[in-house]
């Protein structure tokens, strides 16, 4: 019903910037939060960023400084700046979605997440 695409992941030297995109589509009414996640080998899945509706941003605190999280309505799209990087930011980035979404008849709402990006960030 609800598909997240990723794009925008790489290799990048360290201090280096890279802009991720997460585009989602389907039978989308609204969508509220959105945000991105990242699982570096051996370590559990932790919040990089999140974005409301009206576009109220939360950060880490590790990121904070460096990344910026946006998102444009009209596309259905959250984008993730991210500059200044380093060799611990290396992940693979999820985006999620809290969707409201179209179900047949109904309104449905659940959470969604994209398939992952790799960012490798090299010192």
């Known amino acids: 019903q609800v598909q997240l695409v990723e794009s925008g992941g790489g290799l990048v030297q360290a201090g280096g910037s890279l802009r991720l995109s997460c585009a989602a589509s389907?039978?989308?009414?609204?969508?509220?939060?959105m945000g991105w996640y990242r699982q570096a080998p051996g370590k559990q899945r932790e919040l990089v960023a999140t974005?409301?509706?009206?576009?109220?941003?939360n950060y880490a605190d590790s990121v904070k400084g460096r990344f910026t999280i946006s998102r444009d309505n009209a596309k259905n799209t959250v984008y993730l700046q991210m500059n200044s990087l380093k060799p611990e930011d290396t992940a693979v980035y999820y985006c999620?979605?809290?969707?409201?979404?179209?179900?047949?008849?109904?309104?449905?709402?659940?959470?969604?997440w994209g398939q992952g990006t790799q960012v490798t960030v090299s010192s």
């Open positions: 999620n979605a809290d969707v409201v979404y179209r179900d047949g008849f109904a309104i449905s709402r659940r959470d969604y």
């Open positions: 389907g039978s989308i009414f609204s969508i509220n939060a």
């Open positions: 974005i409301t509706l009206s576009s109220s941003t």
